[in-house]
């Protein structure tokens, strides 16, 4: 005990030197700029970019992010003409954007000023930019910047202003030198200063072991649904909206793993204990949020919770004035995020949201569409794609709208509730479109990448987009889960199992993925692991049809015929088809196996059906009845349609018996992978 305290306080003996060290040579050449807040005042406006708060008479404005990057800018230039390039280079510095947005932004910043009718903070110069033409004073919260000079005794300049006049003039556009540096020769107001620097760098050190400690053992964290409370009644739309903002904006954070949306929509409308959700989640801890609204004003309280013993380790209120919530959402959420990636020891400066609209009416459209789609159902992928639509005619330049829609079309043709041939090359346009607009976006990159995979067959050019995509959001648990499918279909199983891993450590609940591992284990021959994994999912949830797809078809290879039969009878009533389903359990008890596949041949033989059903499925069908050509047929009509499936072929257990078919091989020589 004593040779560990003795190494720490030699530790901190240290750090403190090496604090004095930096502080004195710091003082030669002190900047009066960090002796004060920097808050600007105009009018009757006060502007704190620390806080990223506007207040008009102590009252809180709510701005869009890039429109308070604009306003901002502005300020520091006051009196300087900027051009229009200059705005978006600095607002937008890796998005394909017009000048129309920028147009649109000086539109909310003017409406939010009352600056609509006479222009007189901001002036217009055609055809080259904007101006900031207001005197703006900078100071401090509590007194201007004048005082400080009686405080600090600054020395007058040549031509007879205090330097804090120069720095003024600076400010105020009066003067275009850079404000100048002074020194301070008080010595009592030097080791005052100082004294308060070593205080405090003592406390500092004396908490930094245990914040460090515990900061760093916070590696994965979960956003659980707000909850809305009060009088005003429950909006499911708003609750979701909070939270996905939340997921997509922390998992920014990239030394932190963070649950998708997916994970714990399960906790919607629920008011489940915090710690025990967390531990369900395999997290480390979880961040729950309440959401109050009473009087044009909304206060939402935010807190971080350990999951191994449910100390809150970081709690926060914020208040905002809002009529409409949904115009301060992404204020409220990069709010948050920052306080908690300075807990969690993330850089803010990647957090802002990106390919987001400026548009109140668009990003309810937006969430609406994002909350319809995390539903994934046929019904709901439609309704997804129609909100999606209706933001993009408000705001075209809505880059996630596009790669919203292209993950609706991805899933539709998943489903086959929409041809590949038609669903495909729409996803493909719309994940393109979005990535001209911000080519940042991970979910962009993934959703090419699976149109180019699973579609195009381009399977180089799908590879480059997946690893930009993971390069983007390392956190983005589908982009690890698609690439593993793609690397598994070229038959690179060793990688393919680590990219699937990592879709596990990011998402351990999704049924999803644990079902694509499962039929992993199944291409990759090792049946008797591919059956308890589907047992498991099934017994977390038993109406999970996929599941049972995986379970049929390793009990099949496995010579378990009839519960591999009976295995697809249940995932042919989950998918929705319940009177076929009893008419062929019906088939299977009195007539045998066999019999059962004719019959499921028979029920998807129509006019509608011929065209609607996977040809994939079909020809195996054909197989378990020994029909080897007639499944070769449909193989070739699954290729003609461009069915997803139809790259596994290569390695897929299933067509062993056909691998010595000519025909067969000429297939399979025509697919990439």
Not at 308 to 334: C, H, K, P, R, Y
Not at 436 to 460: G, K, M, P, V
């Amino acid at each position: 005990m004593t040779a560990t305290y003795t190494q720490i306080h030699s530790e901190v003996l240290k750090k403190l030197g090496r604090i004095s060290e930096y502080f004195l040579a710091a003082f030669k050449s002190f900047d009066v700029n960090s002796l004060r807040r920097q808050i600007y005042h105009f009018e009757e406006f006060r502007l704190i970019p620390d806080e990223r708060l506007l207040l008009r008479d102590g009252e809180a404005i709510s701005l869009p992010p890039k429109v308070f990057d604009t306003l901002l800018l502005l300020v520091e230039n006051v009196d300087h003409l900027l051009e229009k390039d200059q705005f978006l280079d600095h607002i937008w510095p890796d998005s394909f954007v017009e000048e129309a947005t920028l147009a649109r932004a000086i539109s909310t910043l003017r409406k939010a000023l009352g600056d609509e009718e006479d222009h007189r903070l901001i002036e217009t110069v055609p055809k080259s930019g904007y101006r900031f033409v207001a005197q703006v004073v900078l100071g401090s919260e509590s007194e201007p910047l004048v005082s400080l000079e009686a405080e600090l005794q600054i020395p007058e300049t040549a031509d007879g202003t205090s330097e804090t006049e120069s720095v003024r003039r600076t400010v105020s556009g009066n003067e275009s030198a850079p404000a100048r540096q002074f020194s301070i020769w008080s010595r009592p107001v030097l080791l005052l200063i100082f004294s308060f620097v070593v205080l405090g760098g003592i406390s500092l050190l004396s908490s930094w072991n245990w914040d460090q400690k515990r900061s760093d053992d916070i590696g994965s964290i979960a956003v659980l649904p707000f909850q809305e409370i009060g009088d005003v009644g429950h909006d499911d739309l708003l609750e979701f909206g909070l939270t996905d903002s939340l997921i997509t904006s922390l998992s920014n954070l990239k030394r932190v793993a963070v649950r998708p949306t997916s994970a714990v929509s399960e906790y919607s409308g629920q008011q489940p204990d915090s710690v025990d959700a967390g531990r369900k989640l395999e997290v480390d801890a979880v961040v729950e949020g309440s959401i109050q609204r009473s009087r044009g004003r909304v206060r939402v309280n935010v807190q971080l919770i350990s999951t191994a013993d449910g100390s809150s380790l970081w709690a926060e209120q914020f208040e905002t004035s809002a009529a409409d919530v949904f115009t301060v959402q992404d204020s409220i959420t990069q709010q948050v995020v920052r306080a908690l990636a300075l807990r969690l020891g993330g850089d803010s400066r990647f957090l802002i949201s990106r390919g987001t609209s400026e548009n109140a009416d668009a990003n309810r459209f937006y969430l609406t569409g994002r909350y319809h789609w995390n539903k994934r159902t046929v019904a709901d992928l439609a309704k997804g794609i129609e909100y999606y639509e209706k933001a993009l005619e408000i705001d075209p330049d809505y880059a996630l709208a596009y790669s919203g829609i292209a993950d609706c079309y991805q899933l539709l043709a998943e489903y086959l509730a929409v041809f590949p041939k038609e669903a495909f090359p729409q996803a493909k346009e719309a994940a393109i479109k979005a990535l001209e607009i911000d080519n940042r976006l991970a979910e962009a990159h993934t959703s090419l990448a699976y149109t180019l995979a699973f579609y195009d067959w381009t399977s180089d050019q799908a590879e480059d987009e997946f690893k930009r995509a993971i390069e983007l959001d390392p956190n983005y648990a589908t982009a690890h889960q698609w690439y593993a499918e793609l690397l598994a279909a070229k038959g690179r199983f060793g990688e393919a199992e680590s990219e699937f891993e990592k879709a596990l450590q990011l998402d351990p609940t999704s049924l999803i993925i644990q079902s694509d591992v499962a039929s992993f284990l199944y291409l990759t021959r090792r049946n008797d692991e591919a059956i308890k994994e589907a047992r498991k999912i099934v017994d977390l949830d038993p109406g999970f049809a996929y599941a049972y797809v995986v379970l049929w078809l390793a009990l099949d290879k496995e010579g378990l015929k009839e519960e591999a039969a009976k295995a697809f009878i249940t995932a042919t009533e989950l998918f929705g088809e319940k009177p076929e389903a009893n008419e062929l359990r019906t088939v299977l008890e009195r007539n045998g196996i066999v019999a059962m596949w004719r019959r499921r041949l028979r029920q998807i033989d129509t006019p509608t059906r011929r065209k609607s059903f996977s040809a994939v499925w079909r020809a195996m069908f054909h197989l378990r009845i020994g029909e080897k050509q007639k499944a070769i047929d449909w193989f070739e009509t699954a290729y003609e349609r461009r069915e997803r499936w139809v790259v596994n072929l290569k390695h897929s257990p299933d067509v062993d018996a056909l691998r010595d078919e000519p025909r067969f091989k000429a297939l399979l020589s025509e697919i990439d992978p």
